[in-house]
């Protein structure tokens, strides 16, 4: 199957899913989930942009870039709360 075939507005939302779920899992409140995928969502997209050359990244690393770029502190809240 060719990265122009795929569902992308299916794929999205699945893969926000997966990357909400990650990121409970690492530790941050739903709230602050929610608010980091949102943040990012143009980011998320373009990991997943059917113009990309590139492999599409796993929702558990996205997760994990998103804590390790500082947007969630330990207390499970983002910088911005």
Do not use: H, S
């Given at each position: 199957m060719l990265r122009k075939d795929v569902n992308f507005e299916k794929i999205e939302e699945d893969f926000k899913s997966d990357i909400y779920t990650m990121m409970i899992a690492?530790?941050?409140?739903?709230?602050?989930?929610?608010?980091?995928?949102?943040?990012?969502k143009?980011?998320?997209?373009?990991?997943?942009?059917?113009k990309g050359t590139g492999t599409i990244i796993p929702a558990a690393r996205v997760a994990r870039m998103l804590i390790d770029d500082g947007e969630i502190l330990k207390n499970g809240k983002t910088k911005k709360q």
């Open positions: 690492l530790g941050a409140t739903e709230n602050v989930a929610i608010q980091v995928i949102e943040d990012n143009a980011k998320i997209k373009g990991w997943i942009e059917p």
